[in-house]
């Protein structure tokens, strides 16, 4: 377990809740622009199938706005949507990690 917790820390930069965004809050994550294609999936299918798992609204910022090789994702929803979201997410950075 202790590993999973190292290559989460490594994958994912910062986390921060935001209130500001209106009713739903929202948490932000800056993961390296090589996993946006895992969280998207192909035609879009898994991030579609994470919203609709975590009934949470997901936005991955375009790899031309990488900065320092890290992208913004922003997750929607009540805070226990939002962190049930970030754990897949995590968990899916984490296991392609493992297959490397």
């Not at 949470?56 to 939002?82: M, P, R």
Request: aromatic share 4%; hydrophobic share 35%; proline share 1%.
């Amino acid at each position: 377990a202790q590993w999973y917790h190292r290559r989460v820390r490594e994958a994912v930069v910062s986390t921060q809740s935001t209130g500001d965004e209106g009713d739903a809050p929202s948490l932000v994550m800056m993961i390296e622009e090589r996993f946006c294609g895992l969280i998207i999936g192909g035609r879009g299918s898994k991030i579609r199938q994470l919203q609709d798992s975590t009934g949470t609204a997901i936005k991955i910022d375009k790899k031309s706005e990488a900065k320092d090789g890290k992208v913004q994702v922003v997750i929607s929803g009540s805070e226990s949507q939002c962190a049930a979201a970030q754990h897949e997410i995590n968990a899916i950075i984490a296991e392609s990690q493992d297959e490397l």
